[in-house]
């Protein structure tokens, strides 16, 4: 079948949930896929910040098959040792002590706000508390994480939803401290606020935060489903302050393709929080997911993952910026290692179409900021080949 037949097919047969570009994949390498028609594309969405590793890395790809020929899949009523040594690497990385695999970021966020809730609950015996989210976050499409999302477009569908939910201003701690009161039990955001318009939370903002959630015991969860697994150029982007929080989402980049994510804890929270018979899934934390979890990790160290995010992201920067003074049409430029964004006075969709057109993939973050967020291994040739295109898009 030809492109359009298959689409067809596919508009035919799938729930329209999605406005889907009009490509249909084949396959990928390195930083580039390319169509059924053999087209070839240069890659700055990575899947939405999940594949870290570009496509058709051998050494994933080899623990994979390794991994399906031993044994894909047995319940969480065994143990089995991908989960047991994805645990520790993970453990390592974050900086937290426990670890709960999930299938995805959203289940991530429900699991993070359940602990968050049995916590308060087993402190002082009620079940009336709140939680703070912040206005234009973004923590997923499922009950909970759409109660916590700070979009009202995305809720009003939905409601009710999960109650007691209060919404802050990002990066204002004042906005923070109007909303706690003697029910507050936790304070949720993204280190990097994505779909928001790639804000990074500043370090006093952090700081503040920490403070008050240490002083009042309200816990800080931290959501780095996206921001997470080097894309800022550290593990997780917390680590850049020191500022550590009780609870870690974690999801995307964290198995390079495989669905699977996490949400991290401390010890004192562990012990104090979730326990038996109180959050379960299926599939989380099967051999095959942790696996790839395990491999992606290595893969990190063995890269140097991280030195690459520093020093092509800060050359992504430098062009980005010296793009925004050759064009009034952009307003702003922000961001962090490999996820940043332009602010344009428009609406951004047709210069993303154009992009597809030439070659490139690019994302937006609202309606009017470009989002680039490639593979962690992207050069600076690909930033250059990225920007040629972008220019000509502009022009």
């Not at 993970?90 to 695999?101: P, Q, T, Y």
Request: charged content about 25%.
């Amino acid at each position: 079948m030809n492109m359009k037949e298959y689409i067809d097919e596919a508009e035919a047969a799938l729930l329209h949930t999605y406005n889907r570009y009009q490509i249909v994949w084949d396959r990928g390498d390195g930083m580039y896929l390319y169509d059924i028609e053999g087209r070839k594309y240069l890659d700055f969405v990575a899947g939405i910040a999940v594949f870290a590793l570009g496509y058709n890395n051998k050494a994933y790809n080899d623990a994979l098959k390794a991994q399906i020929d031993k044994v894909i899949h047995t319940s969480n009523y065994y143990y089995n040792v991908p989960a047991i040594e994805a645990a520790k690497k993970l453990k390592a990385v974050s900086g937290m002590d426990r670890v709960f695999f999930t299938n995805s970021g959203a289940e991530a966020v429900e699991g993070a706000l359940k602990a968050a809730r049995k916590y308060a609950f087993l402190r002082d015996g009620h079940t009336d508390h709140e939680i703070i989210a912040m206005n234009h976050s973004f923590h997923g499409r499922t009950m909970g994480a759409l109660s916590v999302t700070g979009n009202p477009h995305y809720r009003e569908a939905f409601e009710p939803l999960i109650g007691n939910i209060r919404f802050a201003d990002f990066n204002d701690f004042a906005s923070v401290q109007a909303q706690v009161t003697d029910k507050t039990c936790a304070v949720i955001f993204e280190t990097v606020q994505g779909e928001g318009g790639i804000y990074p939370a500043t370090e006093d903002f952090l700081r503040q935060v920490k403070a008050l959630c240490e002083e009042r015991d309200i816990l800080l969860i931290l959501d780095e489903i996206q921001c997470g697994m080097g894309r800022t150029g550290y593990m997780y982007a917390w680590q850049r302050w020191g500022v550590k929080p009780d609870i870690l989402t974690s999801a995307k980049a964290i198995g390079c393709g495989v669905p699977v994510g996490a949400f991290m804890m401390t010890e004192k929270v562990a012990r104090q929080s979730l326990t038996s018979g109180d959050h379960g899934t299926t599939y989380g934390g099967n051999p095959l997911a942790c696996a790839a979890i395990s491999k992606v990790i290595d893969l990190f160290d063995e890269c140097n993952i991280l030195d690459n995010v520093r020093e092509v992201g800060a050359y992504l920067y430098e062009r980005l910026d010296a793009l925004c003074k050759r064009h009034d049409c952009i307003k702003a430029h922000r961001g962090a290692g490999l996820l940043q964004g332009l602010e344009f006075d428009r609406p951004v969709g047709d210069i993303i179409l154009k992009a597809v057109d030439n070659g490139l993939l690019l994302i937006n973050a609202g309606a009017n900021v470009i989002r680039f967020i490639p593979p962690l291994v992207a050069s600076k040739e690909h930033v250059d080949e990225m920007l040629a295109i972008l220019e000509k898009c502009l022009a």
